[in-house]
């Protein structure tokens, strides 16, 4: 493996490249091709409505998860911090960035240490699957869980960024049964997840027979990290190859049908593209127990906690309403809900 650029240097540039780029999918989420069929008379009250539940065990106040970003690198603590104070003040669950660089290194540590802060909201850590076939075992998913206090471990799968980076690691082949072996020993529970791409049926069938916990569909619509790192390209050529795969992936909404189809009793986070409270009520009603966005937080997270408080509470009062409108009085009633209907491609 080469490594022309150290694994922090690279977290600092992503994040300034999704802040300022365009580097959304050529594609969409699928979730536009759905809509709620209203309720003239919902008969229940707004106050009514709740939005709470549990996700792997650990409660919530609203089914939001705070998407992996960050971490591992000067400047990159203020945004952590940020995201988790607004997790805690509102109770949604949050996932840090990749810990490899703090594994790499104890100085990046301290951009991932959010637990002072946000005691008691679910917390999840974060790896690369990819690292286990170069020499991660169990005991390094183990410590960062124990670095910041987390309730399970995303093992994140990012195939195709890997391949377009010119430092990527590109050694798959036998990693499932490493992945295997982290479910089985880690003493917490293990997600998978992709970065934008979505995850197949057959991933899904796989990931299960492997022990995972849970799996977050990461479909395509959002970010591409292929975009991404088309930006960070040395060369013409990188930048070409990256450029190809813009349009790359499952949409997130087929992602998440597939998932659910093929492992039904397998809990599934929706993520990739979603934007607002109608996304996060659809991708609900399609059978996700939590529904993840990134973009819309790093963005707020720059400027305050704040802001962020301020996205989640515009996100929770248009889930709310959606779920009034269409007569769900909570969640297990908006996952059981008739009233998504398919408007057709």
């Known amino acids: 493996m080469t490594d022309r650029q150290p694994t922090a240097a690279r977290k600092v540039d992503h994040v300034r490249i999704n802040l300022e780029q365009a580097v959304d999918s050529g594609i969409t989420t699928g979730l536009e091709r759905f809509r709620f069929v209203p309720l003239a008379l919902p008969e229940i009250d707004l106050g009514a409505v709740a939005t709470d539940g549990a996700f792997l065990g650990l409660r919530f106040r609203a089914p939001v998860l705070i998407s992996s970003m960050t971490g591992g690198a000067a400047g990159l603590e203020r945004i952590n911090v ?29 951009s991932f240490r959010v637990r002072s802060v946000a005691p008691s909201i679910p917390l999840l850590a974060n790896l690369g699957a990819v690292q286990l076939n170069y020499g991660y075992t169990v005991d390094h998913c183990r410590r960062a869980v124990d670095m910041i ?8 799968l990012n195939a195709l960024q890997e391949a377009v980076q010119p430092e990527g690691d590109t050694r798959w082949a036998g990693l499932l049964g490493r992945i295997e072996a982290v479910a089985r ?8 997840k992709e970065v934008g791409w979505g995850l197949s049926a057959d991933d899904a069938r796989r990931l299960r027979d492997a022990g995972v916990a849970a799996v977050d569909v990461a479909g395509a619509g959002g970010t591409s990290w292929s975009e991404v790192e088309k930006h960070r ?6 930048r070409r190859v990256a450029g190809a795969f813009v349009g790359w992936g499952i949409p997130t ?17 929706a993520s990739g593209g979603l934007r607002d409270g109608l996304d996060v009520a659809k991708a609900i009603a399609l059978g996700a127990s939590l529904a993840g966005l990134a973009g819309p937080f790093l963005k707020a997270a720059a400027v305050s906690p704040e802001a962020v408080i301020e996205e989640i509470d515009i996100l929770v009062r248009t889930l709310r309403i959606a779920m009034f409108a269409i ?15 398919e408007a057709g491609p």
């Open 185 to 192: 020993d880690l003493g917490v529970p293990v997600i998978a």
């Open 149 to 156: 206090g987390a309730d399970a471990l995303i093992l994140h």
């Open 253 to 269: 909404a087929d992602s998440l049908r597939a998932v659910r189809a093929s492992a039904p009793e397998l809990p599934v986070i």
């Open 82 to 110: 940020h995201l988790a104070e607004a997790a805690e003040a509102r109770g949604v669950a949050m996932g840090v960035g990749s810990q490899r660089a703090a594994l790499e290194s104890d100085a990046a540590t301290a």
């Open 233 to 238: 390209a040395a060369t013409e050529l990188q």
């Open 327 to 341: 007569g769900a009085s909570d969640l297990a009633a908006l996952r059981g809900t008739s009233r998504l209907v």
